[in-house]
């Protein structure tokens, strides 16, 4: 009596069975990919709003320190002549300020401070003078504090014995105006608007406290 034959099958793949697997690891590959990037794009997104966030409460620091401590310290120009202690205009104001840091005394200079801040080419910037009363030849030093911006407002409060408080967008206005510089009064109060071209507003009020320069 024979064995019977036992016929062993070979196992393996086919052709199409490796192609369905082929395409699916290419689609699992595809979709990784894309939630990769769809993450890291997320994440840049969130570095760059992280980025203006600083840069916004940096700005805001810094005009805290300068508008709050505001002097009544008129200055003179590389020419001598008097200059107001707070100039404001369209998209522009320079004051006066107290608190110039001056750690141990190492430099001989003033405690006061020189300051304008301005709008250039979609840049606020500021200004500081090294002296309070500059020759022909001293330049500012110039600090970009904010990128992306439209425009800057600065309005002033005052009151009159006439009309009682008045805001106004140039100073010194009409009536301080016709004043000696060293005679000028400060305003009551200063609106700061600062508009972003991503359409957030930065907007402040600083009480400017009678602090005359003596």
Known sequence: MSRPEIQQRQSGFTLLEVLIAIAIFAGIFVVAQQ???????????????????????????????????????????????????????????????????????LRQRSSLQRVEYFLKDEQLVRWHWPVLDPNQGVEPVEMVMLDGVEDFQVRFLSKSSAAGYQWTDIWPDQATLAMPPVLQPLPDSIEVTVFLSSGHVLHRFYRVVANPWQ
């Open 35 to 105: 939630l990769f990037s769809q993450s890291m794009t997320q994440r840049d997104r969130l570095d760059e709003e992280a980025a203006r966030m600083e840069a916004q409460q940096l700005l805001l620091t810094w005009m805290t320190l300068d508008f709050e401590q505001i002097i009544a310290r008129p200055v003179r120009d590389a020419l001598g002549t008097p200059q107001p202690a707070i100039v404001g205009r369209q998209q522009g104001i320079a004051f006066t300020r107290a608190g110039w840091a001056n750690p141990f005394a």
